[in-house]
Every structure is written in C-alpha cells, then in structure tokens.
C-alpha cells in the first residue's frame, strides 16, 4: 500500500514537473478549462487601451466570441481599425467606440463610464479591462521624480479612477469584473523598470484589496500579470517612459521567448471568467523568477541581485534585458 502511494505520488511530481517546464502561464490558470462556446454571447466588455498590442488582441478575441464590446483609448483613428478587425466576427452595432484619456480629468472619466455602461441599452458592463498602459526603460537613477509622477499617473492612477468611476454603476448593476492587466513586474523586482514595477504592484494591491471588500455585491477583480509579451510586432509603435520622457521602443526581438499577444488574450479572458484573483502569463525564466518570489524570495533576490545590474546596462544599451544567458556572462561596465 506504501510502495502504490509513494508510486502515485512520484507519478504526480513527475508529470507537474512536465507542466511546470513546459508552461507559459501559473499552474493554477492552466489548470481551468476554456471558454465554452457561447461563453461570451450576451456579454458587454469594455476595453480601456484598445488601440494596439495586447488591447487590439483581446479586442479581436472577444469580438471572436460574439461579445459586445466597447473601445476605449485616445486615439479615434486606430479605435476605428480595431473596430474593421472585430466587425469580421460581430455586426458593426455591436462595436461602440469611446475615446477616454486616462489621465485626464475625473469628471471627464466619470462621464465616459456612463457612457460605456449605457452603450447596449440597459446592458451594463460586465468586464472592464484596464489594459492601457506604459512600460518602463530606464535605471533609477537616470530617471527625475517628474518622469516617475507621470508615468504612476498612468499606469496607477489613471486605473484608479477609472475604477472609482465605474463603482457606483457596477455596484447599481449588482456584477462587474475589473480586468487588470498588470504586469509581472508586480511579482519579480524589474531592473531598469522601478516605477512602473512601483505602478504595477501598486494595481495588484488596489484592486485585491477592493476584491475583498465587494465581494458580497457580485463585483471583484482579476488582476493579471504577463510577462514580456511580443507585442509591437506589427510595426505599430510601443511608446514606453525612457529617462526623459515617452519615447519609441526599439523592437528588442527575442519574440520566441516572449509571450504573444493573441496567447496572453485569450489567457487572460480564460482568468477572468473563472473569475481567478490573480493571474501570471509569462514563459521561463520569468516565470520560474515568480515562482521563487512567491515560494523562496531570498532565493529570487538572489539571481536577480545577480542579473540586475547586467540587465540595467543591456536595456541602456538598447538591447534585451530578457536574455538571461547574455546577462549571466555580462562582466560588468557601463555601455
Ligand atoms: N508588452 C509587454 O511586454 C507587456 C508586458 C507586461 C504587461 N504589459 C502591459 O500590457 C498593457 C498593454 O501593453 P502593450 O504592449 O500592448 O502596449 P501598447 O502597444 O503601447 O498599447 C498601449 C495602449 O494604451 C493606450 N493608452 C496609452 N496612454 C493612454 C491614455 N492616456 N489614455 C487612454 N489610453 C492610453 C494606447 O492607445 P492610444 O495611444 O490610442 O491612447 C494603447 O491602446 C500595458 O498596461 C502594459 O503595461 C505589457
């Protein structure tokens, strides 16, 4: 009996392993089925940073489903070809378009979710996915306190109010999912990417927090955290805060081990509706580096004490800070 348990267990370890090497997600979010067909028919989700990337993807893989959606970011023009892409699976009524700048004034963004929760008539909102968003390209200390306060004022405010806006109105409709697209800087300390890590954690604390506090009013928070993602592909343009501002980031390639957009999409709708607290999609060693963080931080610490600052150099240089190998063998010295 002894030797059939210890077998079964050695089985167990053996094939989590297996998943475990070869995963681009937690566990935990690869353990839950898809979607099933018709899962999204009848549902409104509204995307904020709908334009490009990752927005553009989990605008196309709703829209797949059958889902009604709105469109948000500053741009009208790129909404409008994201709207072309969705209207092949869905009737071009079932697409509103609503520019928001998130960080513009509260007043402005309240106005917007009432928009967005009267776009289907009466229908509500079901998911709001904070997706837009700016990442990071530059060491602390070559970045100002101004360049830091904007880019928190995006990346963490901008969701902030957002949220605060859509409240009252997911609280009168009795449901509503925030989707948060955090990032694994959340989970993994960032070199070269400190205020946008400080922005990202500080969404996977916000929203959490508010998880629990309205979960008996049917409205909670999904907060996902991908890793590098192979976005900026498609020749659009990733603008990013470097040390002095918004600036265009070089496509640092390294695509095979990045996530892509359309995989880290449908993921990230496969989290939100089972409703998961928490996400991470990311492939190895990111990934592995959260699992050390959350398990044995001193550990994780460790390797990223090592590779920090190689890492900061690399992207200083303009090159991929994701080359772990690379960073290993760096002998140190400023590029
Ligand atoms: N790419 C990655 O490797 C990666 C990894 C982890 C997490 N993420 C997160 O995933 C999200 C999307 O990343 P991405 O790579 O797809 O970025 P992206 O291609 O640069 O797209 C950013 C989106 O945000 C919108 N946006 C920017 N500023 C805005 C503002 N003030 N108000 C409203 N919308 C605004 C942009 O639209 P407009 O310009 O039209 O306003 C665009 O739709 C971000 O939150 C990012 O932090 C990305």
């Avoid at 496969?270 to 959260?290: F, K, S, T």
Wanted: hydrophobic share 45%; aromatic share 6%.
């Amino acid at each position: 009996m002894l030797l059939l348990l210890a077998g079964a267990t050695a089985a167990w370890a053996a094939w989590t392993l297996v998943r475990f090497i070869r995963a681009d997600a937690d566990l935990t979010l690869l353990a839950k089925r898809a979607p099933p067909p018709g899962a999204w028919q009848g549902k409104v989700v509204w995307i904020v940073g709908a334009s490009q990337g990752l927005g553009e993807a989990l605008a196309r893989y709703w829209a797949a489903g059958g889902t009604r959606l709105v469109l948000s970011s500053r741009s009208l023009e790129k909404l409008q070809a994201v709207k072309e892409v969705c209207c092949q699976y869905v009737p071009e009524d079932h697409v509103v378009l609503l520019p928001v700048d998130l960080v513009g004034n509260s007043d402005a963004l309240e106005e917007a979710a009432e928009a967005a929760f009267a776009a289907f008539e009466g229908a509500g909102v079901d998911y709001l996915v904070h997706n837009a968003g700016a990442s990071q390209h530059a060491a602390v200390e070559d970045t100002s306190t101004d360049v830091a306060a904007a880019l928190l004022r995006l990346n963490l405010q901008g969701p902030l109010a957002l949220a605060r806006a859509a409240l009252p109105l997911m609280v009168q409709q009795r449901r509503g999912q925030h989707v948060v697209v955090a990032s694994m800087s959340a989970v993994v300390p960032s070199p070269a990417q400190a205020a946008y890590a400080a922005a990202k954690s500080g969404l996977r604390g916000y929203f959490a927090s508010l998880s629990s506090e309205l979960s008996d009013r049917n409205v909670g928070a999904t907060v996902c955290c991908p890793g590098p993602l192979a976005t900026g592909l498609d020749g659009k343009t990733r603008i990013v805060y470097g040390s002095s501002g918004l600036i265009s980031q070089p496509n640092t390639g390294m695509s095979k081990k990045k996530v892509s957009a359309e995989r880290c999409a449908e993921l990230i709708a496969r989290a939100a509706y089972h409703r998961l607290d928490e996400c991470w999609i990311a492939n190895h060693p990111v990934l592995l580096l959260g699992y050390l963080m959350q398990y044995a931080p001193w550990l994780g610490m460790l390797v990223l004490k090592k590779v920090g600052p190689a890492r900061a150099r690399a992207l200083r240089a303009g090159k991929s800070g994701y080359d772990i190998s690379a960073l290993m063998q760096d002998q140190g010295g400023d590029s």
